[in-house]
């Protein structure tokens, strides 16, 4: 899907990018591209052609008119060398003969040639003689110029050209007899004139063919460029007309139109293109489809799926609801018969029976308190399961917790002929604030399982500071036997609940492997770990540590002995001060064990059978204390609380009263004192603690029952 969703989009990005007007077509990128190259290459060769031309018609100007002028020069020099010979040859019989009449004659027709600018027939001395004008002013004068000399002396043809003038110059011999010389000088601008008027049509000339082919370069050059643009245009038109087609077609494909089909019928790249996207089409469509099929399957499996998981949840919570209240019942109903059993085993033990039954009651006693412990693990553990489970914030004292939980054991230790000691290090206050309730519940279970599991040896319980700050600190606490030890790989999970080392049904210790979860659990509410240290054979050190609140006072108040302290320092049975006290209680068997409870201890008791009898009860008489079951019929405990409460604002007076309840749930207590009562005794009751309570709250008596009796 995610496929199908992202070609989609490409596609119909393309499209809109194609709906855009094309700016530069690849049309118009071929011809540019092909007018480049067409430009490049006649500019280039024209370049090299010109050039080449140039240099080529360059030399060969210089060159004709060096040999234009060399030739032309040339024929006036044999002219010139002709005539001057003539005219030595012609010169020398009418020189040897001394005819000067003939040698001007000579002169004045040389003169008359056009180009003959002067003429001069020296003497042997180098004196002019003549120079055919007939205008020599001193005959007989030497000539003063090198020339002249030198057309005396030598004795061959000179000739130089000098200026516009080419100056003939020859000696006269005749029958080796050196008559004199002649000089003749020619003017050369006629000549020039001529060579300038053939070299300027010979330049002329080469302009012109010059300029003939720069035609020729710009005509072929156009038809380059013309045939290069055509052929472009051919060749994108070509191009381009297949590529739109295409660019049509991935854009119905992108618009999910999978069923239209396109093919170029071309060899070349673009008409494999469109084969190829032909099958990319076909592949698209027949993944479409079988993604289609999966999603509507997949949709109606989630929903199914959801529709069973709700109801699978709706069920859940409805059992968990279940639990939660079957907890709170069987907790209720179990503490119930329990609390007759036990009351009843300790009243019939405090009547001196015989040896023999003495040792039953005590069985009997043994078990009760072992099924109350197996009952209130299981509570406990389920509590903290569902999180239910909440420490209480209390002021206590850390060595009497510890020495109260030791004596509880001190007996069985010594049955078993094992030493039990225990430390707690200075530097621990005496004054704390914590759950004493629950730290000696992972002590009890501790140090429990370590008399268990230990046959000699000794059990040590110690206390250090393992941290501490101005107002917390952490106590890491010890417990160190000498017993069985435990195998390193059952350590791994000896903290997981109904874990036991022993998994046989011969084993023979009892227990129900929930000891040491519930003390995890219990432990890392008190923000500590636990762990464990144990070699078989050689004993195990369980480690815990916990994050307890310092307190200035170092008086605590064991408000409250719960299920677990118990204080033993209230003896049995002793009697106290006589007390008027209303007993409101439902069971029969209850009602029976704390009314022999409470005579044993010398008070005088009224017993109500509900709420509403109670408050009648308070109406007709006053009491010194209240002890007040819960849940009981017509009127609940809570109620009669409040309604005695009321009758008492009038008179401006306060009894105590403590409620007697079989439910065991934390919190509870709180709820009790909220309610309008001073205390809180979980069934079943023991006659020490219901004593101890007792005696708790005899200070807030008002009226002693001497002044009220
Ligand atoms: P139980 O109620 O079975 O004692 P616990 O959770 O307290 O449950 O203990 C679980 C198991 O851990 C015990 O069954 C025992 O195998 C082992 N165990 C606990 N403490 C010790 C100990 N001090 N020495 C040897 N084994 C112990």
């Not at 390193?488 to 227990?511: K, N």
Request: aromatic share 6%; glycine share 6%.
């Amino acid at each position: 899907m995610i496929y199908i969703r992202h070609w989609n989009w490409y596609l119909s990005d393309m499209a809109e990018k194609s709906a855009r007007p094309m700016k530069y077509s690849l049309q118009h990128r071929y011809i540019a591209t092909v007018l480049a190259l067409a430009l490049g290459a006649v500019l280039a060769l024209g370049g090299v052609f010109f050039m080449t031309l140039r240099s080529a018609t360059h030399s060969i100007t210089h060159l004709s008119i060096d040999t234009i002028r060399e030739v032309m020069l040339d024929q006036v020099r044999h002219r010139g060398a002709v005539m001057v010979r003539l005219l030595a040859d012609n010169l020398a019989g009418p020189l040897s003969l001394a005819d000067l009449e003939a040698v001007h004659h000579q002169g004045v027709s040389a003169l008359e040639q056009k180009d003959v600018q002067y003429f001069h027939v020296f003497t042997p001395q180098g004196e002019i003689l003549d120079d055919g004008r007939g205008t020599v002013p001193n005959p007989g004068k030497r000539l003063a110029d090198p020339v002249s000399e030198q057309a005396v002396t030598a004795n061959t043809l000179l000739v130089q050209i000098e200026n516009e003038i080419m100056d003939v110059s020859m000696p006269i011999f005749a029958n080796n007899i050196h008559l004199g010389g002649v000089r003749v000088g020619f003017s050369l601008k006629t000549v020039n004139r001529e060579m300038e008027e053939r070299i300027s049509s010979f330049l002329d000339l080469g302009q012109k063919k010059r300029n003939e082919a720069l035609t020729m370069l710009f005509f072929l050059s156009a038809c380059f460029i013309a045939i290069g643009i055509i052929f472009a245009y051919f060749l994108a038109k070509n191009m381009r007309n297949p590529v739109l087609e295409l660019a049509h077609y991935a854009q119905r494909i992108g618009q999910g139109d999978f069923g239209f089909r396109f093919s170029l019928k071309r060899r070349d790249e673009l008409g494999l293109l469109s084969r190829t996207m032909n099958e990319m089409a076909l592949q698209i469509n027949e993944k479409n489809k079988a993604l289609l099929e999966a999603h509507t399957l997949l949709e109606k499996r989630v929903k199914d799926r959801t529709r069973e998981l709700l109801l699978a949840k709706d069920k859940a919570e409805a059992a968990n609801r279940a639990k939660s209240n079957f907890l709170a019942n069987m907790s209720h109903e179990v503490r119930t018969p329990m609390n007759g059993v036990i009351g009843m085993t300790q009243l019939a033990l405090l009547a001196s029976p015989p040896p023999e039954q003495r040792e039953y009651l005590e069985l009997i006693e043994k078990s009760s308190y072992r099924l109350l412990k197996v009952v209130n693990d299981i509570l406990d553990f389920s509590k903290i399961e569902a999180d239910k489970l909440e420490l209480a914030m209390e002021r206590f004292d850390l060595r009497d917790t510890i020495a109260t939980t030791i004596r509880e054991f001190s007996f069985k230790a010594r049955e078993k002929g094992l030493a039990l000691d225990w430390s707690v290090q200075d530097e621990i206050p005496d004054a704390c604030m914590g759950d004493a309730g629950r730290l000696s519940q992972i002590l009890i279970n501790l140090i429990g399982n370590a008399i268990k599991f230990t046959q000699t040896g000794r059990i040590s319980v110690r206390v250090e500071k393992e941290y501490g700050e101005l107002d917390e600190l952490i106590a890491h606490f010890s417990i160190i036997d000498t017993g069985i030890g435990i195998s390193p790989q059952y350590q791994a999970s000896i903290f997981e609940a109904f874990s036991q080392a022993d998994e046989s049904h011969s084993r023979p210790y009892e227990g129900t492997g929930l000891g040491l979860a519930i003390c995890a659990r219990l432990v890392a509410l008190m923000h500590g770990r636990i762990w464990v240290e144990s070699a078989e054979g050689r004993g195990s050190v369980f480690h815990f540590t916990a994050l307890l609140k310092k307190t200035a006072t170092e008086h605590p108040g064991l408000d409250e002995g719960g299920m677990h302290g118990l204080p033993a320092e209230i003896p049995q049975g002793q009697p106290g001060p006589q007390l008027r006290i209303l007993l409101a209680e439902d069971n029969l068997v209850n009602q029976k064990v704390a009314e022999k409870m409470l005579e044993r201890s010398g008070h005088r008791v009224t017993i109500a059978a509900n709420g509403q009898e109670a408050v009648d009860a308070f109406t007709r008489q006053p009491f010194d204390l209240v002890l007040m079951d819960i849940q009981m019929p017509v009127m609940d405990g809570f109620e009669a609380t409040q309604a005695i409460r009321d009758l008492e604002k009038a008179a401006g007076r306060h009894t105590p009263i403590i409620a007697l309840t079989a439910h065991a749930i934390s919190g509870y207590r709180e709820k009790c004192l909220e309610r309008g009562l001073d205390d809180y005794l979980s069934k079943p009751i023991k006659i020490a603690d219901l004593n101890a309570k007792i005696a708790e709250h005899l200070p807030l008596r008002e009226n002693p029952p001497a002044e009220t009796a």
